[in-house]
């Protein structure tokens, strides 16, 4: 018998959680694309979004276990790391993968995935 | 002791689906490419074929959890968004990550990744 | 009660393993970037230090459930390929996505991305 999916903040098109026995999947957060915010403004709104999702299932920063970073620019790549690294500053890192695309709108600079564990 | 995985479709490359407890893994799903099919197909094609991978391990598509979705051209976004959601109705919406990417052949304009529980 | 994390060559930044129950996530795995590594080595050289990190954590190529491979460049998909196929000749393949993105320096070619099983 396989367990129940519990979905969070759920649109037609997706949800931002879904939860999973101990495994919580957040969809790819971004900014609100404020034009002329830069990534290390970015990367704070999109760190502060990832805490409240987790929060909201029982988890936080420390136990994430994987972060899948798009930089829509990797010259961006040092600034976002700073804001990243102050973040979990007094939590264990997560593996991570970074890597540039081109996001879904053109003032978005930074998104992130987040998979973590209850 | 750990579990065992279940593969289906395995080649020398890949498999199309790994299964480890009541998680399952799709590899990246892309339409046919044929030729001059618009995004819109394309889309509707990529999920008829997630549908019938996860209808093999006895999932379906109310229990996807991430969809990591790839696209050539952010300009296909409101397309694919169309066909996507089209899909979905009456299933809830997993945690979805969609970002621009050049995919394995010019003719493919979407792929992809599915993570689904059991 | 939620499992613990366990994690493996842990920075400020990152962790190279982040291990949870039977799950092992690993973070983007790149060469080390020695300029005019062709892509055929550096494959080779990401493969193997995949082989180590999961040894170190009891598991092995045959476990991966999941590959996520970013190129620098599509035109290089047939050389990674071979690599790749080279390398998992014996053990079951994973699902698997591959997509072109620019990596975090000029030099690297290929990064692979993992989830395997304990």
Same mark, same amino acid.
């Given at each position: 018998m396989s367990h129940t999916i519990q979905r969070h903040h759920t649109s037609a098109r997706m949800s931002k959680i879904a939860r999973f026995g101990d495994?919580?999947?957040?969809? =790819?957060? *971004?900014s609100s694309g404020t034009p002329f915010a830069d990534v290390a403004s970015q990367t704070r +709104?999109?760190? =502060?979004?990832?805490d409240a999702l987790l929060a909201e299932v029982g988890s936080q920063r420390s136990r994430i276990l994987s972060a *899948?970073?798009?930089l829509k620019s990797m010259a961006?790549?040092?600034?976002m790391n700073a804001s990243w690294e102050s973040w979990l500053a007094g939590a264990a890192a997560p593996a991570r993968t970074t890597v540039q695309a081109k996001l879904a709108s053109d003032s978005?600079?930074? +998104?992130? *995935?987040?998979i973590a564990a209850a």
């Open positions: 495994l919580i999947f957040l969809c =790819g957060q *971004t +709104e999109v760190l =502060g979004r990832i *899948t970073i798009h961006d790549f040092a600034a978005l600079l930074v +998104e992130i *995935t987040i």
